[in-house]
Nanobody, 121 residues
Framework: QVQLVESGGGLVQTGGSLRLSCAAS????????MGWYRQAPGKQRELVAR???????DYAESVKGRFIISSDNAKNTVYLQMNSLKLEDTAVYYC???????????????WGKGTLVTVSP
């Protein structure tokens, strides 16, 4: 069973940067798509970015050009580098993992407990 723990959230001003980390207890070197999702108060959880085991990525339109997802398979860790932060980026950010590729996933979805990112004026 995969366990995910997020870290790196905090308070940052608009235009600033922050890097989130997601440490996985199991291997993410093969067979898994790792993703970052976020949920703002009163809103539904939404996809931010994903990375497949082969290195392919995709992003929500709202973060393209600003956020970068990456992974360090040796450390079983996924990162989300967030740049040019905006007020609307304020949310709890969740890491998730599921077997498959970017185009097709299957099986159990694993979630972390989340880390809060607050962007101030």
């Amino acid at each position: 069973q995969v366990q995910l723990v997020e870290s790196g959230g905090g308070l940052v001003q608009t235009g600033g940067s922050l890097r989130l980390s997601c440490a996985a207890s199991g291997s993410i070197s093969s067979g898994y798509v790792m993703g970052w999702y976020r949920q703002a108060p009163g809103k539904q959880r939404e996809l931010v970015a994903r990375i497949a085991s082969g290195g392919n990525t995709d992003y929500a339109e709202s973060v393209k050009g600003r956020f970068i997802i990456s992974s360090d398979n040796a450390k079983n860790t996924v990162y989300l580098q967030m740049n040019s932060l905006k007020l609307e980026d304020t949310a709890v950010y969740y890491c998730n993992a599921r077997r498959g590729t970017l185009s097709l996933q299957y099986g159990v979805i694993f979630w972390g407990k989340g880390t809060l990112v607050t962007v101030s004026p």
